[in-house]
């Protein structure tokens, strides 16, 4: 876990997180501060006022093909502990604030053709305030973007999405508000986009220059 105030990190290696399953899956090696689908988190980053940047050199490696390949003929229970690659935690004032994300490149997907499956998204706001994701490109198996519980303030310009199911908003009685999607370019997806609104409430979304090229379904919501 890292504890930033006023800081800059220059990451130019990649964090890999070596692909040792009982050890992730044991609860004392990570840390269980997201608490959707029982997943853990394996890099923790807390704080404010601070800028981690990669200089297009550097990342992080989940290598996630081992865990597709690990639950292809397994049951995946409550509190198994999935991996999370990076959590923003309690950053500033309790909540996400002010965050940035810019010049992201998202490969989640599985090349086992064994155990062919989704549940592989780009990226999730929970509980998140003023937070741009801005020139991502995103290849994945399910959500590209998820808007989930009380996530407000949230700006996703120039985004690319490369398969799976689009972006989602809302679902499993959470609430959004004031959402704005700009200029975001969907390739080869199952659903574009998806609204779902009972339970929840869903408020001020705005689209503006979305491109599908190959659209299978359209936009809907439930």
Not at 58 to 82: E, K
Not at 110 to 139: A, C, F, H, M
Not at 172 to 196: E, K, M, S
């Amino acid at each position: 876990m890292w504890d930033l105030t006023q800081s800059t990190v220059d990451l130019h290696g990649c964090l890999n997180f070596k692909p040792d399953i009982q050890y992730w899956l044991n609860a004392n090696n990570t840390y269980r501060v997201v608490f959707i689908q029982d997943q853990a988190s394996w890099f923790v980053i807390t704080g404010s006022d601070f800028v981690i940047d990669a200089h297009n050199t550097g990342g992080i490696n989940g290598n996630g093909q081992t865990w597709w390949s690990f639950y292809g003929n397994r049951s995946r229970s409550d509190g198994d502990g999935r991996p999370i690659a990076l959590t923003l935690f309690n950053v500033t004032r309790g909540t996400s604030a002010d965050v940035v994300y810019d010049g992201m490149y998202c490969n989640a997907t599985n090349q086992d053709p064994l155990y062919v499956g989704q549940k592989g998204e780009g990226i999730d706001t929970y509980r998140s305030d003023k937070v741009s994701l801005l020139n991502w490109d995103i290849i994945c198996g399910d959500d590209c973007l998820a808007i989930k519980g009380n996530s407000t303030n949230i700006l996703a310009r120039n985004v690319t999405c490369r398969g799976g199911n689009g972006i989602a908003i809302g679902s499993l009685g959470q609430y959004v508000d004031l959402v704005r999607l700009a200029c975001v370019i969907h390739f080869g997806l199952l659903n574009p986009i998806c609204i779902i609104v009972q339970p929840d409430i869903v408020d001020n979304v705005t689209f503006e220059e979305i491109k599908v090229p190959d659209l299978k379904l359209s936009a809907w919501v439930s």
